[in-house]
């Protein structure tokens, strides 16, 4: 017996140290906002949510690509040469305090210096996380659109958050089952069934 | 064994170790997700105007791999160009392309160009990297120390606003500027001249002829402008009830172009004058010139048919039966090649000039009023006499602009030797050859894909260059140099006004709307230009007449240096030109049509002498000429001569990059510089060698090995007489097969694609294009001689024999025939490969696990596998499709009729609720197939180009018997009677 709860003991502590060691260095690396880091604390909540800027304001090629654009320094400081923001202490709701004034400063650091913004992909297609989407994958924002699709139906409520986060695992299945509900006809699913719509 | 027999020491088992790392390791997975890669999106810091991301843009431009200026339109995406087609605009190509345009891109991205200015170091004998200032100073330096010594500016074919700027910058040095094009066709200026009073190369029209005979051009394959006869010769074959153009090739060797003749006549090397002469001969004794004879008539009369058959080895009747067909349908006789090289190339030029003329043939399908620009280049005498003046140290500085002399020059003349006695040497090529590695100093210019100009290939057209991306790498066009340059030169402190040759090109032109439309504004005029891609103008038409200076001329046997045994043809290859295409990895990895060989020259002989000497394809032998000697392998052709070997141009490179350096044998070495008498053209066919057998043998590697087809009829032919007689259409070739399963039902589409074996020329433009359209890695000799080749689109190359046993070459373009019922499809065990609901057979790449059944199983042999991720050394990758996936290593892959465009035109369709119209998507290979042979659409349109031709009466599917039920149908060649 007393074999035993020693070797329990011995797993406990291991257990213990190990799974510490891992949450202290998942916590320290990232907030608890559920997206990843940005160089930029850029709100949606503030701008899409608050401010009621439409999404196309800003990816403007949603309509006539497959690719949906993202804003350049040039777009942001559009207004923000105009809008210096409020010198005020501001927390996300995964908890982290930022200074409005100064995250929009770190921009106008970016259009001084006529550097780009390296953004963090947050909408792969692959999984939960942020890796990218894959090669071999097709998806055209522009057809999705012109049928009139909401972004959030993909992209969720990002209206609400301030960290962008991915809100559906926007997998194969995903893709399947809404392209199910949404067939008109028999023509449309065996489309649907069509690797090369997407795969090429 | 008891559990706790096996217990460790410590009492932790190694298993329960493992159950608690996996619980801790997934727990910290899930919290932390710290092992997954980041990807970043890099915006535009300033977005450029009108670029949408995703959208492709097309920018006109006009192509300088070669004099025919053909039109392009060049795609690029975000910033990047991808991929290169013809600009529908031009009349020169018509929105067609060759498969040298369509590598073009190679060259704007190829790792091994010039990254930076470089100046030779004395100390280490190199050339080292310096700065574009110091550059331009060192240049100016040299400039204002100008000596006594002479300037010469040493360029190829640079027609248009740049050759007056040329002139402009050298006239206050006193400079000369020579044009220098390897094959610049002298004998046929010189022998217009003689005839016509007209030193310059006419429009030949095969478009607007019904019966080409041709003496040794090679008008598919070098000879002028071949997009541009490539139509001509589409149109020549088309059949309008029952009737068809006929085609008559005279050489000692059948190249790409003779195999398309209906009948090659291989008359004895450098005799083809006296065939031309007999011709005329008969017609004028029958009297079926069309045109009084004149002064003509006491030139050929002595030339009998008889007589000219022991000269010529061609029989009389043959001559004589040429001369009725020449004369009684519109005609048109053109001389170049082979028999445009020997000593005696102008006279033979003039005795083609002489049927012409009395065939009426001048003014209609031989056009002066619009000479080609070409006609504008130095002769081989002028080459001749600069090196020697170079050789004397009276050339103190030499401007080398994109020629390579050291390489294309004949052996003989000794160019590197006397290139060392000139005192500077300044290179403007955007790559070290073997002439630009002996400058003294390298100021790189920007390919033409990155800067401005035009260029004119002939009088009726003038086509604009611009700039269809940011340069590469750290260069500037030569303009700019030069411009930036002469502002630090005494001498030129006041010629030039602008400050940039954009600005200079455009003044030039400010000038020229002012005539051509005087009614529309400069930037209005600017704009469409530039949109067009060109401007045409209408040439008035000229009265040509006989000249009397005709009369002057004898003809005379050809001068051959040497005592070997064979005549030595060194032809130019299609692929590489002069050379210049060598450092293309897409052309070296072409097979050439003939041998299918990759990578590598060849030497072509006889069957007959090749057993006498007991030599198989792939043997080495040594051929000793006067001017040196070399090792090579053989491929034994039915197609030549057994007193002639022949050898193709461009390879053996001892520089130009990493692609082009030590393959195969450049014969220029070797060369005499022995020259055509009368106009002084460099003598390509001068030289007798003898060939040696070193008793070893190595593979040849080739794409193809076998050279008949044997039972299985892969190419069909069908003779001219027995069209129109099955009824409207279906012979036996459309009959059903019985079969277990349903046919396959298709909704909107079944795509497929009709292919014109009666025009279909065996080019390997449509190889090429594919490659650039789908990422088409390229693998190395190597590879390909493990079979490993990774190209989509093949050309099948057959020699079968007529049913009078002359060589019957046959080509055939073989791709993936997306069955309906395909042997591929069945076999995988992962779905990675089925028939989708249009008719394509799909091929999923991160579907497939590389088991390769599917490649075993297909019937046409088409699909690819990769065996190693292969590698685009930057920034070749930059060309890369972004809508095309990148493969690697395990994967299999093969033609899905182009998915990605059909799939970006259904898009646009959409947009406009409808369906996909016919031709308005064309596949890569359509696009470019220069002679139309191929074909793609909608089936299921029974209105669409492809349907009508796919139920055209020759149509049949390569082996059918196998009811493989495949998309492609193939259109039978025609054969005619033959001379």
Same mark, same amino acid.
């Given at each position: 017996?007393?074999?035993?709860?020693?070797?329990?003991?011995?797993?406990?502590?291991?257990?213990?140290?190990?799974?510490?060691?891992?949450?202290?260095?998942?916590?320290?690396?990232?907030?608890?906002?559920?997206?990843?880091?940005?160089?930029?604390?850029?709100?949606? #909540?503030?701008?899409?949510?608050?401010?009621?800027?439409?999404?196309?304001?800003?990816?403007?090629?949603?309509?006539?690509?497959?690719?949906?654009?993202?804003?350049?320094?040039?777009?942001?400081?559009?207004?923000?040469?105009?809008?210096?923001?409020?010198?005020?202490?501001?927390?996300?709701?995964?908890?982290?305090?930022?200074?409005?004034?100064?995250?929009?400063?770190?921009?106008?650091?970016?259009?001084?210096?006529?550097?780009?913004?390296?953004?963090?992909?947050?909408?792969?297609?692959?999984?939960?996380?942020?890796?990218?989407?894959?090669?071999?994958?097709?998806?055209?924002?522009?057809?999705?659109?012109?049928?009139?699709?909401?972004?959030?139906?993909?992209?969720?409520?990002?209206?609400?958050?301030?960290?962008?986060? #991915?809100?559906?695992?926007?997998?194969?299945?995903?893709?399947?089952?809404?392209?199910?509900?949404?067939?008109?006809?028999?023509?449309?699913?065996?489309?649907?069934?069509?690797?090369?719509?997407?795969?090429? | 064994?008891?559990?706790?027999?096996?217990?460790?020491?410590?009492?932790?088992?190694?298993?329960?170790?493992?159950?608690?790392?996996?619980?801790?390791?997934?727990?910290?997975?899930?919290?932390?997700?710290?092992?997954?890669?980041?990807?970043?999106?890099?915006?535009?810091?300033?977005?450029?105007?009108?670029?949408?991301?995703?959208?492709?843009?097309?920018?006109?431009?006009?192509?300088?791999?070669?004099?025919?200026?053909?039109?392009?339109?060049?795609?690029?995406?975000?910033?990047?160009?991808?991929?290169?087609?013809?600009?529908?605009?031009?009349?020169?190509?018509?929105?067609?392309?060759?498969?040298?345009?369509?590598?073009?891109?190679?060259?704007?991205?190829?790792?091994?160009?010039?990254?930076?200015?470089?100046?030779?170091?004395?100390?280490?004998?190199?050339?080292?990297?310096?700065?574009?200032?110091?550059?331009?100073?060192?240049?100016?330096?040299?400039?204002?120390?100008?000596?006594?010594?002479?300037?010469?500016?040493?360029?190829?074919?640079?027609?248009?606003?740049?050759?007056?700027?040329?002139?402009?910058?050298?006239?206050?040095?006193? @400079?000369?500027?020579?044009?220098?094009?390897?094959?610049?066709?002298?004998?046929?200026?010189?022998?217009?001249?003689?005839?016509?009073?007209?030193?310059?190369?006419?429009?030949?029209?095969?478009?607007?002829?019904?019966?080409?005979?041709?003496?040794?051009?090679?008008?598919?394959?070098?000879?002028?402008?071949?997009?541009?006869?490539?139509?001509?010769?589409?149109?020549?074959?088309?059949?309008?009830?029952?009737?068809?153009?006929?085609?008559?090739?005279?050489?000692? %060797?059948?190249?790409?172009?003779?195999?398309?003749?209906?009948?090659?006549?291989?008359?004895?090397?450098?005799?083809?004058?006296?065939?031309?002469?007999?011709?005329?001969?008969?017609?004028?004794?029958?009297?079926?010139?069309?045109?009084?004879?004149?002064?003509?008539?006491?030139?050929?009369?002595?030339?009998?048919?008889?007589?000219?058959?022991?000269?010529?080895?061609?029989?009389?009747?043959?001559?004589?039966?040429?001369?009725?067909?020449?004369?009684?349908?519109?005609?048109?006789?053109?001389?170049?090649?082979?028999?445009?090289?020997?000593?005696?190339?102008?006279?033979?030029?003039?005795?083609?000039?002489?049927?012409?003329?009395?065939?009426?043939?001048? @003014?209609?399908?031989?056009?002066?009023?619009?000479?080609?620009?070409?006609?504008?280049?130095?002769?081989?005498?002028?080459?001749?006499?600069?090196?020697?003046?170079?050789?004397?140290?009276?050339?103190?500085?030499?401007?080398?602009?994109?020629?390579?002399?050291?390489?294309?020059?004949?052996?003989?003349?000794?160019?590197?030797?006397?290139?060392?006695?000139?005192?500077?040497?300044?290179?403007?090529?955007?790559?070290?050859?073997?002439?630009?590695?002996?400058?003294?100093?390298?100021?790189?210019?920007?390919?033409?894909?990155?800067?401005?100009?035009?260029?004119?290939?002939?009088?009726?057209?003038?086509?604009?260059?611009?700039?269809?991306?940011?340069?590469?790498?750290?260069?500037?066009?030569?303009?700019?140099?030069?411009?930036?340059?002469?502002?630090?030169? /005494?001498?030129?402190?006041?010629?030039?006004?602008?400050?940039?040759?954009?600005?200079?090109?455009?003044?030039?032109?400010?000038?020229?709307?002012?005539?051509?439309?005087?009614?529309?504004?400069?930037?209005?005029?600017?704009?469409?230009?530039?949109?067009?891609?060109?401007?045409?103008?209408?040439?008035?038409?000229?009265?040509?007449?006989?000249?009397?200076?005709?009369?002057?001329?004898?003809?005379?046997?050809?001068?051959?240096?040497?005592?070997?045994?064979?005549?030595?043809?060194?032809?130019?290859?299609?692929?590489?030109?002069?050379?210049?295409?060598?450092?293309?990895?897409?052309?070296?990895?072409?097979?050439?049509?003939?041998?299918?060989?990759?990578?590598?020259?060849?030497?072509?002989?006889?069957?007959?002498?090749?057993?006498?000497?007991?030599?198989?394809?792939?043997?080495?032998?040594?051929?000793?000429?006067?001017?040196?000697?070399?090792?090579?392998?053989?491929?034994?052709?039915?197609?030549?001569?057994?007193?002639?070997?022949?050898?193709?141009?461009?390879?053996?490179?001892?520089?130009?990059?990493?692609?082009?350096?030590?393959?195969?044998?450049?014969?220029?070495?070797?060369?005499?510089?022995?020259?055509?008498?009368?106009?002084?053209?460099?003598?390509?066919?001068?030289?007798?060698?003898?060939?040696?057998?070193?008793?070893?043998?190595?593979?040849?590697?080739?794409?193809?090995?076998?050279?008949?087809?044997?039972?299985?009829?892969?190419?069909?032919?069908?003779?001219?007489?027995?069209?129109?007689?099955?009824?409207?259409?279906?012979?036996?070739?459309?009959?059903?097969?019985?079969?277990?399963?349903?046919?396959?039902?298709?909704?909107?589409?079944?795509? /497929?694609?009709?292919?014109?074996?009666?025009?279909?020329?065996? &080019?390997?433009?449509?190889?090429?294009?594919?490659?650039?359209?789908?990422?088409?890695?390229?693998?190395?000799?190597?590879?390909?001689?493990?079979?490993?080749?990774?190209?989509?689109?093949?050309?099948?190359?057959?020699?079968?024999?007529?049913?009078?046993?002359?060589?019957?070459?046959?080509?055939?373009?073989?791709?993936?025939?997306?069955? @309906?019922?395909?042997?591929?499809?069945?076999?995988?065990?992962?779905?990675?490969?089925?028939?989708?609901?249009?008719?394509?057979? /799909?091929?999923?790449?991160?579907?497939?696990?590389?088991?390769?059944?599917?490649?075993?199983?297909?019937?046409?042999?088409?699909?690819?596998?990769?065996?190693?991720?292969?590698?685009?050394?930057?920034?070749?990758?930059?060309?890369?499709?972004?809508?095309?996936?990148?493969?690697?290593?395990?994967?299999?892959?093969?033609?899905?009729?182009?998915?990605?465009?059909?799939?970006?035109?259904?898009?646009?369709?959409?947009?406009?609720?409808?369906?996909?119209?016919? %031709?308005?998507?064309?596949?890569? &290979?359509?696009?470019?197939?220069?002679?139309?042979?191929?074909?793609?659409?909608?089936?299921?349109?029974?209105?669409?180009?492809?349907?009508?031709?796919?139920?055209?009466?020759?149509?049949?599917?390569?082996?059918?018997?196998?009811?493989?039920?495949?998309?492609?149908?193939?259109?039978?060649?025609?054969?005619?009677?033959?001379?």
């Amino acid at each position: 017996m007393k074999r035993e709860r020693q070797r329990f003991l011995r797993i406990a502590i291991t257990v213990l140290f190990i799974s510490a060691g891992f949450f202290l260095y998942a916590e320290s690396a990232e907030s608890r906002d559920k997206g990843p880091a940005q160089p930029v604390l850029f709100s949606h #909540k503030i701008h899409a949510g608050d401010n009621q800027i439409q999404c196309q304001t800003c990816h403007s090629y949603t309509e006539v690509s497959p690719h949906p654009g993202i804003p350049s320094v040039q777009k942001c400081m559009g207004c923000h040469a105009y809008v210096a923001g409020r010198d005020v202490e501001y927390t996300t709701q995964g908890g982290q305090t930022i200074n409005i004034r100064e995250e929009i400063n770190k921009v106008k650091g970016y259009w001084q210096r006529q550097e780009p913004i390296p953004w963090v992909k947050v909408t792969g297609m692959y999984g939960t996380t942020s890796a990218g989407m894959p090669e071999f994958v097709r998806f055209n924002h522009k057809r999705h659109i012109k049928r009139g699709f909401e972004c959030s139906t993909c992209h969720g409520e990002v209206e609400k958050m301030d960290v962008v986060h #991915k809100a559906e695992d926007l997998t194969m299945g995903f893709c399947i089952s809404c392209h199910e509900e949404n067939a008109d006809n028999e023509e449309h699913k065996t489309e649907l069934k069509d690797c090369l719509t997407c795969h090429y | 064994m008891s559990r706790k027999e096996n217990k460790g020491k410590d009492g932790m088992k190694r298993r329960d170790f493992l159950k608690v790392l996996g619980v801790v390791g997934g727990t910290a997975a899930v919290a932390g997700s710290c092992s997954e890669p980041v990807e970043q999106i890099i915006p535009y810091v300033i977005p450029p105007e009108n670029v949408i991301p995703g959208v492709p843009k097309f920018y006109t431009t006009t192509c300088r791999e070669c004099s025919s200026g053909c039109g392009l339109l060049v795609k690029n995406r975000e910033g990047r160009a991808i991929k290169v087609e013809g600009n529908p605009e031009s009349p020169i190509n018509m929105g067609k392309t060759c498969a040298v345009g369509q590598a073009s891109l190679q060259g704007l991205y190829n790792p091994d160009r010039v990254r930076s200015p470089l100046v030779h170091n004395p100390e280490t004998q190199r050339l080292e990297a310096i700065g574009w200032k110091r550059g331009e100073e060192i240049l100016a330096e040299k400039l204002n120390s100008l000596g006594s010594g002479k300037i010469v500016y040493l360029s190829n074919d640079i027609s248009g606003t740049y050759s007056k700027f040329v002139a402009e910058f050298l006239k206050p040095l006193g @400079g000369e500027h020579y044009v220098y094009e390897t094959f610049s066709h002298e004998p046929i200026r010189k022998a217009n001249e003689i005839v016509f009073g007209r030193d310059e190369i006419p429009s030949y029209r095969i478009d607007k002829a019904d019966y080409l005979l041709s003496f040794g051009a090679d008008y598919l394959e070098t000879w002028l402008s071949t997009v541009s006869n490539s139509i001509g010769h589409s149109k020549l074959r088309d059949i309008d009830h029952g009737k068809t153009g006929q085609i008559v090739h005279i050489e000692p %060797r059948s190249g790409m172009t003779a195999s398309n003749a209906d009948t090659w006549i291989a008359a004895k090397p450098g005799t083809e004058q006296y065939l031309a002469l007999g011709i005329a001969n008969v017609m004028i004794s029958k009297g079926l010139n069309k045109v009084a004879a004149g002064p003509v008539a006491k030139m050929v009369s002595g030339y009998t048919p008889e007589k000219v058959a022991t000269l010529t080895e061609v029989s009389a009747d043959t001559i004589e039966k040429i001369a009725r067909d020449f004369t009684a349908s519109k005609s048109l006789a053109i001389g170049g090649g082979t028999a445009n090289t020997g000593s005696n190339a102008t006279e033979t030029m003039v005795a083609v000039n002489i049927l012409n003329y009395l065939a009426g043939n001048i @003014g209609k399908t031989v056009d002066f009023s619009d000479p080609l620009s070409i006609s504008g280049a130095n002769t081989f005498g002028d080459m001749k006499k600069l090196v020697e003046e170079m050789r004397s140290g009276k050339v103190e500085i030499l401007i080398v602009h994109d020629v390579n002399p050291v390489f294309t020059l004949p052996g003989e003349l000794k160019v590197a030797e006397a290139l060392e006695k000139v005192p500077f040497i300044v290179s403007l090529s955007a790559f070290l050859d073997e002439t630009s590695e002996k400058a003294h100093l390298v100021l790189p210019e920007s390919t033409n894909f990155e800067s401005w100009g035009d260029y004119s290939p002939k009088k009726s057209v003038t086509g604009i260059v611009q700039p269809v991306m940011r340069p590469v790498f750290n260069t500037k066009s030569a303009g700019d140099t030069l411009i930036s340059v002469s502002k630090n030169v /005494g001498a030129l402190k006041n010629t030039f006004a602008e400050k940039k040759y954009y600005d200079y090109l455009r003044s030039a032109w400010k000038k020229r709307a002012a005539i051509i439309a005087p009614a529309t504004g400069f930037e209005k005029f600017w704009e469409n230009l530039v949109v067009k891609g060109l401007v045409t103008t209408a040439p008035a038409p000229v009265e040509v007449a006989l000249s009397p200076k005709i009369s002057s001329v004898s003809f005379s046997d050809p001068k051959f240096s040497g005592e070997g045994s064979f005549h030595l043809i060194a032809y130019p290859s299609y692929r590489f030109l002069d050379g210049r295409g060598a450092n293309k990895p897409w052309l070296q990895e072409l097979p050439d049509a003939l041998t299918t060989s990759v990578w590598d020259s060849w030497l072509e002989i006889n069957p007959a002498v090749a057993e006498k000497m007991g030599l198989e394809d792939g043997s080495y032998v040594k051929v000793d000429t006067p001017g040196g000697s070399f090792e090579v392998q053989v491929f034994v052709y039915e197609g030549i001569r057994p007193d002639t070997v022949a050898i193709p141009l461009g390879q053996g490179h001892t520089s130009y990059g990493r692609y082009a350096k030590g393959r195969g044998v450049n014969p220029f070495a070797l060369l005499p510089a022995a020259t055509d008498v009368l106009s002084g053209g460099l003598s390509l066919l001068s030289t007798k060698a003898s060939v040696s057998s070193l008793r070893k043998r190595d593979l040849l590697v080739r794409t193809q090995y076998t050279k008949s087809q044997g039972d299985r009829p892969v190419t069909k032919t069908v003779a001219l007489d027995q069209l129109g007689h099955n009824g409207a259409h279906h012979g036996s070739e459309h009959a059903k097969h019985p079969d277990f399963y349903p046919e396959k039902e298709y909704s909107k589409y079944r795509w /497929g694609m009709a292919i014109d074996l009666n025009k279909c020329t065996g &080019c390997g433009a449509c190889v090429t294009a594919c490659s650039a359209e789908n990422n088409i890695p390229f693998v190395g000799k190597k590879q390909i001689a493990k079979r490993r080749e990774m190209n989509w689109i093949r050309i099948e190359r057959f020699f079968e024999k007529n049913s009078d046993g002359s060589l019957d070459v046959r080509f055939l373009p073989m791709l993936c025939q997306q069955c @309906g019922n395909a042997p591929c499809e069945p076999v995988c065990p992962v779905f990675a490969t089925y028939h989708n609901h249009e008719g394509l057979n /799909g091929m999923i790449y991160n579907r497939c696990v590389g088991t390769r059944y599917c490649a075993n199983n297909c019937t046409y042999k088409v699909r690819r596998f990769n065996w190693y991720t292969y590698k685009f050394p930057e920034p070749l990758n930059w060309q890369l499709n972004p809508d095309v996936t990148v493969r690697s290593k395990g994967i299999m892959e093969k033609c899905t009729f182009c998915v990605q465009r059909i799939s970006y035109g259904k898009d646009l369709a959409k947009d406009e609720g409808r369906l996909l119209r016919d %031709r308005e998507v064309l596949t890569a &290979c359509e696009q470019a197939c220069p002679s139309d042979a191929i074909v793609f659409g909608n089936l299921l349109d029974e209105k669409s180009r492809a349907s009508v031709l796919s139920e055209d009466e020759r149509g049949y599917k390569v082996l059918e018997v196998v009811n493989t039920k495949p998309a492609i149908t193939y259109l039978k060649k025609v054969k005619q009677e033959r001379v």
